[in-house]
């Protein structure tokens, strides 16, 4: 099952999603690849100590054999597909075949995603361009992170599912947008009780996780440590949240697809 984690807007948490995520889905036994979209790195710097000969920015170059691109990340059970700031500098070349660049991502790291991985995990920058276009062409479905303390949660929310939507209709038939998943959430707040009510009144529990992620400090802490919150607060609500996280995408993910979980051939 190959996942983009999406929002034009920044800040909402992407990256600590993508992170937290990937290392309570390996928690739970499965196999992750995280692949970082985002030429801002957050992804790559956070699960990988030391830099990388090889990376995402050598398949848009034209070499295709990711496997030579693709590292064990600090979390047991985490591979990552790195990318580095070089590869922003890139996106013009992509445009002028445009139809080509669109299909590359796909053609080259979806079939050894899903051969290999039971979860891959796209961490996507903060725009709605080309490198959203080419990982939501690669992936089944698309989790919208929004934030729960922003007042223009809402606008980033519903431009996101347009974009999902666009790219499943003209490129990608079987992708779908998953969830919503409400993010640093502080229920203490006016705003935060309203943009949750709202979000839960506007797509329904089919299409808003159960689970909503808090804001919460040890969150924040690990961010900063360039960790994960599992391993750097196992007692937190943060830690307990994403490990509901993962249990919840695992079941709505096996429900949708019975026979993915041991099917890498």
Same mark, same amino acid.
């Given at each position: 099952?190959?996942?983009?984690?999406?929002?034009?807007?920044?800040?909402?948490?992407?990256?600590?999603?993508?992170?937290?995520?990937?290392?309570?889905?390996?928690?739970?036994?499965?196999?992750?690849?995280?692949?970082?979209?985002?030429?801002?790195?957050?992804?790559?710097?956070?699960?990988?100590?030391?830099?990388?000969?090889?990376?995402?920015?050598?398949?848009?170059?034209?070499?295709?054999?990711?496997?030579?691109?693709?590292?064990?990340?600090?979390?047991?059970?985490?591979?990552?597909?790195?990318?580095?700031?070089? =590869? $922003?500098?890139?996106?013009?070349?992509?445009?002028?075949?445009? *139809? /080509?660049?669109?299909?590359? %991502?796909? !053609? @080259?790291?979806?079939?050894?995603?899903?051969?290999?991985?039971?979860?891959?995990?796209?961490?996507?920058?903060?725009?709605?361009?080309?490198?959203?276009?080419?990982?939501?062409?690669?992936?089944?479905?698309?989790?919208?992170?929004?934030?729960?303390?922003?007042?223009?949660?809402?606008?980033?929310?519903? =431009? $996101?599912?347009?974009?999902?939507?666009?790219?499943?209709?003209? *490129? /990608?038939?079987?992708?779908? %947008?998953? !969830? @919503?998943?409400?993010?640093?959430?502080?229920?203490?707040?006016?705003?935060?009780?309203?943009?949750?009510?709202?979000?839960?009144?506007?797509?329904?529990?089919?299409?808003?996780?159960?689970?909503?992620?808090?804001?919460?400090?040890?969150?924040?802490?690990?961010?900063?440590?360039?960790?994960?919150?599992?391993?750097?607060?196992?007692?937190?609500?943060?830690?307990?949240?994403?490990?509901?996280?993962?249990?919840?995408?695992? !079941?709505?993910?096996?429900?949708?697809?019975?026979?993915?979980?041991?099917?890498?051939?």
């Amino acid at each position: 099952m190959i996942i983009s984690i999406i929002n034009n807007k920044g800040g909402v948490g992407k990256s600590a999603t993508t992170l937290n995520l990937s290392h309570a889905l390996a928690n739970k036994g499965k196999k992750v690849l995280v692949i970082d979209q985002d030429s801002q790195c957050n992804s790559t710097s956070s699960l990988l100590p030391t830099a990388v000969n090889r990376s995402l920015k050598d398949i848009y170059s034209g070499d295709t054999d990711i496997k030579t691109c693709i590292y064990s990340s600090k979390f047991e059970g985490v591979d990552i597909l790195p990318n580095e700031q070089l =590869t $922003s500098s890139m996106e013009m070349s992509l445009y002028q075949d445009l *139809a /080509n660049s669109a299909r590359l %991502f796909s !053609r @080259v790291v979806r079939p050894y995603a899903l051969a290999n991985y039971d979860f891959t995990l796209i961490d996507n920058p903060p725009t709605l361009g080309l490198w959203i276009v080419m990982a939501l062409a690669a992936s089944d479905c698309a989790i919208v992170p929004v934030d729960a303390g922003s007042a223009y949660a809402i606008d980033g929310l519903t =431009t $996101s599912i347009k974009m999902i939507n666009d790219v499943a209709a003209q *490129a /990608n038939p079987n992708l779908s %947008f998953l !969830r @919503v998943l409400i993010n640093k959430a502080d229920l203490r707040t006016s705003i935060s009780r309203t943009l949750v009510d709202f979000i839960h009144r506007s797509f329904g529990a089919d299409k808003v996780f159960a689970t909503t992620i808090p804001y919460n400090t040890s969150i924040q802490q690990a961010e900063l440590a360039r960790t994960s919150v599992i391993r750097h607060s196992p007692a937190s609500m943060g830690t307990k949240r994403f490990r509901e996280l993962a249990d919840e995408v695992i !079941r709505i993910t096996s429900e949708r697809e019975p026979s993915l979980f041991g099917d890498r051939t």
